[in-house]
Structure formats: C-alpha cells, structure tokens
Nanobody, 119 residues
C-alpha cells in the first residue's frame, strides 16, 4: 500500500487543521493506519491510530481530547482532525500502515506534511 499525507500548513495557536492520508490499494480497509510526527531535533513520536476492525482508535496523551482520527474506507483515506493547536504540535506529520490490528511496527510509510503552529 502507498500512502500520501496532505493538509499541513501554517496556523496560529488555537486554530484547527485537518490532515488527510490517502492510500492506494483495494485492501485499505484491512490496514491499521497510524499518524506520527517528528519535530526538529526530536525523535518521531506516535500521535494516533485507527485499527482496521471496528475503527478502534488510540491517541497519545499529548493530543487526547484535541485530535480526532477517522477513516473513510470507501475513499481509502484516514483523517486527523487537529483542534486547539499548540506551538508544541509543530512537526512533520506522516501516516503509516500495518496489517496488524494493534501494531507494534508499521510496514508502510508515506511522505509527511509540515504543520507549523505559531504562538
């Protein structure tokens, strides 16, 4: 499966953005999709995931209550709605796919999209 993240941009603190992760391949609905981010000088960190069964979702504590992950299997797309953005959310956001329901590792990665939040 091939993935492409989009929707990033420059916003102010408190604003919202919606990222999209578009996937190719007819078996999209059998993949768990995760969002990750990497800020300059920091390691990549997990943000959220949508599991392929029952759309089970899971979030990092740092984004819980502000970010929402959702998926549209018909469109082979996963979204990350980001509200109440903070400067600490500034990073390159990437999406990844795994055939595991609750992945320990992801096999497929897409090119990221830059999110910059100004204070």
């Amino acid at each position: 499966v091939q993935l492409q993240a989009s929707g990033g941009g420059l916003v102010q603190a408190g604003d919202s953005l919606r990222l999209s992760c578009a996937a190719s391949g007819r078996t999209f609905k059998w993949y768990t999709i995760g969002w990750f981010r990497q800020a300059p000088g920091k390691e990549r960190e997990f943000v959220a995931r949508s599991s392929w069964r029952d759309n089970n979702t899971y979030y990092a504590d740092s984004v819980k209550g502000r970010f929402t992950i959702s998926r549209d299997n018909a469109e082979s797309t996963v979204y990350l709605q980001m509200n109440s953005l903070e400067p600490e959310d500034t990073a390159v956001y990437s999406c990844a796919a795994s055939s595991q329901l609750f992945p320990k590792r992801y096999n497929y990665w897409g090119r990221g999209t830059q999110v910059t939040v100004s204070s």
